[in-house]
């Protein structure tokens, strides 16, 4: 290694399974927090889960687990240590005393990840909001360090209160800037959508890194970045499509998570505006995914959340070439091709009756003309809706 190389940060996950989270569920969000430690760039080097009724108010975890992280951090020499859940300012205080690294929860991760890449104005602006509305709350622990010289006697209109209330000043004055400058980036945008109400809109809605990007390339022959890592799409991204001389709109959006923080639903509001105003969605879904069900239960209560939820929906089950059931084999008993797979899962319930749902690998490319076919069969309902008289000219 040259002396220009850059040293990989390292990172310990940890993770609490309480009364009314399994071990196994526990796991599998193990799993994903990794996956994001991953696209943050840091290497995951162990992890650790430990059963409590209910994480610890003071230290998140306890005593004794306290204890093995620290040795383990020290011995390493770990750079942070990376938490499931979110923690208060006084958890992150106290965790810093005892680790002695750096401590990040899962929130600032996720914002640390939407900061690496945001490629436009917009989701900058978007971002730089959340991260400074994650802050403002958390400033306190910021300036511990100045009561301490001062002999831990923190009196009023000491150092550490003058350069506190500096900050939040500045934090709040920032956030009103960021407001302000996403206020008129948001005028932009409604004026390019109104340009848009003549048209259909299919927005691809979803899990993040289901593959909505990996469809969008196939569907729309665009050149969408599409990448194995999570929030590889955070700006909303348009492209016209003509499909049986039929004209409509596809639109990528930024994919949900697991308590995806607060602050990033609100500063995307106007792309999440490109799923609201959406006439139909595809709520593309990795169907090999071990924790698929419960993706789809985060998409389906995001999508309520931000009043998306009664749009007609197009259920597509992607990756099928991924998916491994327990018995994956074939009718003669050899090993399953895609097309046993397929009839497998066309005999479960997420082929329900009263939803759309259709079967795909757009990586492959495997099955995209009956998605294509139920595809056409909703912008249709819509085009000729606002198209009334296009059947008859058509005839």
């Not at 996956?35 to 889960?49: I, N, P």
């Not at 301490?148 to 920032?174: A, F, S």
């Not at 046993?340 to 757009?362: C, G, H, I, M, P």
Request: proline share 3%.
């Amino acid at each position: 290694m040259t002396t220009t190389d850059k040293k990989q940060e390292t990172a310990v996950l940890v993770a609490v399974a309480t009364t009314g989270q399994s071990a196994e569920k526990t796991q599998e969000h193990l799993q994903e927090l990794a996956f994001l430690t991953e696209t943050a760039g840091v290497r995951a080097s162990k992890a650790f889960m430990q059963k409590l009724k209910q994480p610890d108010a003071r230290t998140y975890v306890g005593k004794g687990k306290l204890a093995e992280i620290a040795a383990y951090v020290k011995e390493n020499g770990i750079d942070s240590v990376i938490f499931d859940d979110d923690l208060s300012p006084a958890q992150v205080r106290n965790l810093e005393q005892v680790l002695e690294c750096k401590i990040l929860d899962r929130s600032l991760l996720i914002l640390s990840i939407f900061s690496q890449r945001a490629q436009t104005a917009q989701a900058r602006t978007q971002v730089e909001l959340a991260h400074y509305q994650y802050m403002l709350p958390r400033l306190t622990r910021m300036w511990s360090h100045l009561s301490r010289q001062n002999g831990g006697v923190g009196t009023r209109g000491g150092p550490g209160e003058k350069e506190l209330e500096t900050d939040r000043r500045i934090v709040r004055d920032r956030i009103t800037l960021l407001r302000d400058k996403l206020k008129k980036i948001e005028k932009q945008s409604t004026t390019r959508r109104k340009g848009r109400e003549q048209a259909v809109r299919v927005a691809l809605v979803g899990y993040t890194n289901v593959g909505k990007s990996t469809l969008m390339r196939s569907m729309a022959k665009a050149d969408v970045l599409a990448e194995n890592k999570l929030f590889a799409t955070l700006d909303a991204t348009v492209r016209k499509v003509v499909h049986d001389q039929i004209p409509f709109l596809l639109t990528d959006t930024v994919g949900f998570i697991r308590k995806l923080p607060t602050t990033l639903v609100e500063s995307f509001k106007s792309t999440l505006d490109e799923i609201r105003e959406a006439d139909i969605l595809l709520h593309v879904v990795d169907v090999s995914h071990p924790g698929c069900e419960e993706q789809i239960e985060i998409v389906n209560r995001t999508l309520s959340e931000i009043g998306a939820a009664d749009k007609p929906t197009i259920l597509v089950f992607n990756k099928v070439d991924l998916y491994q059931p327990e018995q994956a084999t074939g009718k003669d008993g050899d090993e399953a091709t895609f097309e046993d797979t397929l009839t497998r899962l066309k005999s479960t319930y997420w082929n329900r009756q009263d939803l759309a749902a259709v079967f795909v690998s757009a990586q492959q490319c495997q099955h995209l003309d009956e998605l294509w076919q139920v595809v056409m069969q909703e912008v249709g309902k819509v085009y000729y809706t606002i198209f009334p008289n296009y059947l008859s000219q058509a005839g």
